[in-house]
């Protein structure tokens, strides 16, 4: 029987000892569904390193879904168990010959106004160990803001992408990004200064602290503090750590980061 077999098998179980009586209550198949999606999404990751040995190079997962009503995200908790998660990933990744970090860290997210069913996004961080798996859900974000003059954004999921357009397209089309906060064009002054891939911004469930990131972008990120400026180093892996009232330069477009106290 193959692992996906095996993790589908047990999946049915948890769910008929919810529902008391089988799994074909409305939403629990396509629950599974999701469940066996985010797998092969974390397990397309794995990449060859300079040996052709095969490397899974995150030590954190961050799992976006949607719950339309209370009744789906009851079935998808029941399933996106952030505990069994670890387990379930570091089997999917053996199979694919592929060793998960020791210090690998699963959160799920349930984002009030996601706009597709199921997101996963993974990164290299210095304080996954630090973050209990289990309890990765009880951690609170920090409320925050965005703002310009024309916009105020709030970060209310623990990872923010940052870009020139909503979609970021391959040359073969496929959308490989998509971007929470974005510039249409005619709204907003140097939109071409900012990258389509430009940074983003992550809640650091450790310290408390909101970071932000550069992700490679061609004119470069940079925070402005009490009159002095902070470069944001492209793909460091700690970021910078952001402070309230700080302005935020992605390229030549700016925002204002607030704590909502």
Known sequence: MSLLRRIEKAMDHRLRVIFAGGSDEPGAREAIELYREALDLIAARVTAGKRSERLFPFNSIMIELMAKNPERKAVLEALFDAGQLVSDIRATLNEERATAPGDLAVMVHYPEDASVELRVFCEKTEQAAAIPAAAAQ????????????????????PIINLGREHEVLDVAGHVIRRNDLFFPPGEFEAIDTVSRAHAHIRFDQSSGDWRIFDDGSSLGTCLFREGRRIDIPGHASRGVALRDGDEINLGQVRLNFELIK
């Open 138 to 157: 009880a951690i609170a974000l920090k409320a925050a803001r965005l703002c310009t003059v024309a916009l105020e954004f709030a970060l209310d999921r």
